[in-house]
C-alpha cells in the first residue's frame, strides 16, 4: 500500500518537542519541568459539580455552543474587565484554548492572508495558521534596558501588509512569562485599527500573573470590542488541564465564522465537565487568588534553584514559566543540553528555540514549569546542581 502524503504546509509539524521531550523523562526517569501541567487537583467544589453531572445524567451531547449555564458564567466573569457579551451569540465554548485558537484561524483566514505572530510563540499557533492556508509573520520580542522582554512595536508596524488579515497575541506569554504592559497594548490597538486587524488574543494565564501586573484584556481597550476574538480556558486556572474546556467572546458575526469551523472539528466536549466549569467561574475565584499567590512563591522557588545551579534566570511576570540562561554553565545550545538533560541530570525541560523562526536568536534558553509540588521542584534543583 502506498503511503499517504502529508500535506506539504503541515510537514514541519508532524511532531512535538512536548511529546519527545516526556518520553525521554520517562525512560530516564527524570523530573518533567518541560510540560506545563500542575500535579494537584483544582478546587473541591469544583470536582463536587464534575461529580454530579456525571451521575445526574448530563454524559450526551451538549449545546453546540456549549451548555447554557457555563455561558452565562463566562459573560459574569468578562465582567469584571469591564466587557459586555451576550451568552446566547457572543460566546462559544470549545475543546480548550488549542482548538479556539485553530477553529478561529481556520474560520476567519483565508489562503494568501497573512496572520502576525509574536516570537517565541506556543508551537500550536504556527500549525494553525498553516492548517488555515495562511501565512504566518513573526515578531521577536526584545528585551529593554532593564532586561525584561517586550513587543518590539516597530518591528510589529513594519510586519504589517495590505495581506495583514489578523494578529495572534499572547499574554500573559508562554513560553516566557511576559506581561504585556497597558501602553504595549494600546499601540497595538492602535494598529489594529489604523489597518483593520482582527485580533485574537490568547489569554488562558489572565489570573496568573505576579508581583503586581496587570492583565489587560485587548477587548477592553478603544475600538477593540468588535474586532477582537478574545480565548480562555479552564485549564489553567483551575488546574484541569485534562478537561479541555475553553471559550472565545466576540462579535456576533465573529463566533458565528468560528463555530462553523469549530462544528466540524470535535463538533462539542465535555459535557458533564461544562457545569463544573461554570460553578468553578462563579465561586472559586478565591481559590484562584490562592493558586496565583502559590504559583508566585513557586516560581520564586524554582529561580532561586536555578540561579543556585548556576542558570542566568530571566523575569517572569506570570504563566507557568521561568526561562534561563544556559551560557554561564558553558553551554551555547539550550537544545543539545535538553535532549541530554533527562539522562545527565534526570529533569527535563525545553529549549525555547522550538517556539520560534528565528532559533539563533533564542538558542541560550530553556524553559522550565513551576507549576510542580514543592518537593517536585526541589528534587528538580538538586539533580540540576550537578551540571556545575
Known amino acids: 500500500m502506498r503511503e499517504p502524503a502529508l500535506v506539504p504546509r503541515l510537514r514541519p509539524f508532524t511532531a512535538t518537542v512536548f511529546a519527545e521531550m516526556t518520553a525521554l523523562a520517562v525512560k530516564h526517569d527524570a523530573v518533567n519541568l518541560g510540560q506545563g501541567f500542575p500535579d494537584t487537583d483544582g478546587p473541591a ?9 456525571l451521575f445526574g445524567g448530563a454524559n450526551q451531547y451538549p449545546p453546540g455552543p456549549g451548555r447554557p449555564e457555563l455561558r452565562a458564567a463566562i459573560a459574569r466573569h468578562r465582567r469584571r474587565y469591564g466587557t459586555e457579551y451576550d ?3 457572543e460566546i462559544l465554548v470549545t475543546a480548550g484554548a488549542t482548538e479556539a485558537i485553530a477553529a478561529t484561524l481556520i474560520a476567519l483566514a483565508e489562503r494568501g492572508d497573512e496572520v502576525v505572530v509574536v516570537e517565541p510563540y506556543y508551537d500550536s499557533y504556527a500549525a494553525a495558521v498553516a492548517m488555515a492556508g495562511a501565512e504566518r509573520r513573526v515578531v521577536g520580542l526584545v528585551r529593554n534596558d532593564g532586561g525584561r522582554l517586550e513587543l518590539d512595536l516597530d518591528a510589529l508596524r513594519a510586519a504589517i501588509t495590505p495581506r495583514t488579515r489578523a494578529v495572534l497575541l499572547n499574554s500573559p506569554h508562554n513560553p516566557t512569562g511576559t506581561v504585556f504592559t497597558r501602553a504595549q497594548l494600546e499601540a497595538v490597538a492602535g494598529l489594529c485599527v489604523e489597518h483593520d486587524l482582527i485580533a485574537i488574543t490568547d489569554e488562558v494565564y489572565e489570573h496568573l500573573v505576579f508581583d503586581g501586573a496587570e492583565h489587560v484584556p485587548l477587548a477592553t481597550l ?3 470590542r468588535e474586532r477582537t476574538v478574545s480565548i480562555s480556558s479552564a485549564g489553567k486556572t483551575f488546574n484541569c488541564t485534562g478537561w479541555k474546556i475553553g471559550w472565545i467572546c466576540s462579535t456576533p458575526e465573529l463566533v458565528a465564522a468560528v463555530k462553523a469551523a469549530k462544528q466540524f472539528i470535535t463538533f462539542v466536549s465535555g459535557g458533564p465537565l461544562q457545569p463544573a466549569v461554570a460553578y468553578a467561574l462563579d465561586h ?6 490562592s493558586l496565583r499567590t502559590s504559583l508566585q512563591d513557586k516560581r520564586d522557588r524554582l529561580s532561586a534553584g536555578l540561579a543556585e545551579a548556576g542558570f542566568e534566570v530571566r523575569p517572569s511576570e506570570g504563566t507557568y514559566f521561568v526561562c534561563a540562561d544556559v551560557r554561564p554553565l558553558g553551554f551555547t545550545d539550550a537544545a ?4 541530554a538533560l533527562p539522562e545527565r541530570a534526570g529533569v527535563a525541560a525545553v529549549p525555547v528555540k522550538v517556539f520560534t523562526d528565528h532559533p539563533d536568536e533564542w538558542k541560550h534558553l530553556l524553559r522550565f514549569a513551576f507549576c510542580k509540588r514543592n518537593e517536585v521542584i526541589d528534587e528538580a534543583v538538586r539533580r540540576l546542581r550537578s551540571l556545575v
Open 45 to 53: 467544589g469544583m470536582l463536587d459539580a464534575a461529580k454530579n453531572a
Open 87 to 89: 451568552p446566547d451569540t
Open 222 to 224: 478603544p475600538g477593540m
Open 284 to 289: 472559586e475565584l478565591e481559590w484562584v487568588e
Open 336 to 339: 543539545e543540553l535538553a535532549w
